[in-house]
């Protein structure tokens, strides 16, 4: 089985640290950005096969980011969840409308960001 690349794109040191250790036991790749604009920059650079991107961000939002990524080859065709604290109502659809594949609301289970992963990673 190959090894799948997912890019992590959020400003909170802690909870990358979640992801990292959620993942480490798993077949994957992971690279991680703290800002939207590096973010973008590694998922043009090294394609992931799935992007979890942060809503709120420094120097480019993840929505702006998620937009950017979605309009764009070649990395249009890169599934996004977009992750956030801020589940205001109305903030699934504005992420759905940014192009985003799937929405997860802080704080969530590791369980569950796990099945949502292999949504899009079948046989991770």
Known sequence: ???????????????????????????CKLLEAADGETGVALAQ??????????????????????????????TRHIPIIVITSYALSGDREKAIQA????????PYSPSELLAMVKQFLPGL
């Open 45 to 74: 650079q090294h394609l992931p096969d799935l992007i979890l991107m942060d809503v709120q961000l420094p120097k480019m939002s993840g929505l702006d980011a998620t937009k950017l990524l979605t309009t764009e080859e070649p």
């Open 99 to 106: 192009g985003a594949s799937s929405y997860l609301a802080k």
């Open 1 to 27: 089985m190959s090894e799948h690349t997912i890019l992590y794109v959020e400003d909170n040191e802690y909870n990358r640290k979640i992801v990292r250790q959620l993942l480490s036991r798993s077949a």
